[in-house]
């Protein structure tokens, strides 16, 4: 593996296939995760963990967090590549930097970064680092860059509301509802950390559509009208198996002219409890001329009865 002046390594390259792209023509979020995925194998293999995500493996790397942000779009057959780092290393986890990477370029295409804790798969408890990995974070340690950190969304320690008590109290409408299948899950039964996002991603549309058939009604605009993510925030509190089942409760819980903040709720439907939670800053796009779309002061005032309050992490 090649190293970087910062201490990253190149864990991933490849490409953005057709597949992979959805209907606003752009690298699908749900597979912008799954690179990031495919990259924390690379990086586990670099700390002296090589097998942490093979069937069998006694100790697995396990995502608590991901914060995203997303430059610019990735198109179909883009050569793209993955660059990898050590943030924070210490017995209650690792905090990773990594970069997916237009090779072709070299301009960044998104920011990860990765909150994950080292867990014994036969109770999916946290174990120490073992002392041979802590030796061999420290050559690569890196530094968040300024386009990495946080921007429109908290970056502070996780507190979430989310459950399907609190989202019946603040009459959070279902955005989706679906249940887990063996493709869904990892090499040990559980959940793709991907499929979260892909989740979210599938429900959007019944958040956004009343606002962008209002924009394609009123503002007569010359052009098709989607979206594009700007910055994410997921936090994963368990683990759905195959049979266990999904509702999605979503909100727009800030509609500014030119972005707006949603917040997400998946909840395991037969207990209640949250299988995760998310927060994600979007813009509504002209798919022909690839430029966000900005609502003037009046547009704007009139869809704010489209928002949905009093959602939070």
Not at 76 to 94: C, K, Q, R, S, Y
Not at 190 to 212: D, F, K, Q, S
Not at 284 to 306: A, E, P, Y
Request: proline share 5%; aromatic share 6%; net charge neutral.
């Amino acid at each position: 593996m090649s190293r970087s002046e910062s201490g990253a390594i190149d864990v991933w390259r490849g490409t953005a296939s057709a597949w992979e792209c959805d209907e606003m023509g752009h690298l699908n979020v749900r597979f912008h995760v799954a690179r990031a995925m495919e990259g924390l194998v690379g990086l586990a293999t670099a700390l002296g963990l090589p097998h942490a995500f093979a069937p069998g493996a006694e100790l697995t790397l396990q995502v608590m967090e991901h914060h995203i942000r997303f430059h610019r779009e990735v198109r179909p057959g883009v050569a793209l590549h993955m660059t990898a780092g050590v943030i924070d290393f210490n017995e209650d986890g690792a905090r990773f930097l990594q970069t997916l990477i237009d090779s072709a370029t070299g301009a960044t295409c998104a920011n990860f970064l990765t909150w994950a804790k080292l867990v014994s798969t036969h109770d999916w408890s946290p174990r120490p680092w073992p002392a041979y990995a802590a030796g061999r974070a420290g050559p690569l340690q890196s530094l968040i860059p300024d386009n990495a950190g946080p921007k429109g969304l908290n970056g502070d320690a996780l507190c979430s509301i989310a459950s399907q008590s609190a989202a019946d109290a603040l009459n959070v409408p279902y955005t989706g509802r679906s249940a887990i299948s063996p493709p869904d899950c990892d090499v040990f039964g559980r959940m793709r950390t991907e499929m979260v996002i892909g989740r979210i991603n599938a429900g959007i549309p019944h958040l956004v559509r009343p606002i962008r058939d209002a924009i394609e009604r009123d503002l007569h605009i010359e052009g098709r009208v989607g979206g594009a993510a700007l910055e994410y925030r997921l936090a994963y509190f368990a683990f759905p198996r195959s049979g266990d089942q999904i509702v999605l409760r979503s909100g727009i819980s800030r509609l500014e002219p030119k972005r707006m903040l949603m917040t997400h709720w998946l909840i395991d439907p037969i207990s209640g409890a949250a299988w995760a939670s998310a927060q994600n800053i979007s813009v509504n796009l002209n798919l022909d001329t690839r430029k966000s779309i900005v609502m003037q002061n009046d547009f704007h005032l009139s869809v704010q009865g489209l928002v949905q309050h009093g959602m939070a992490m």
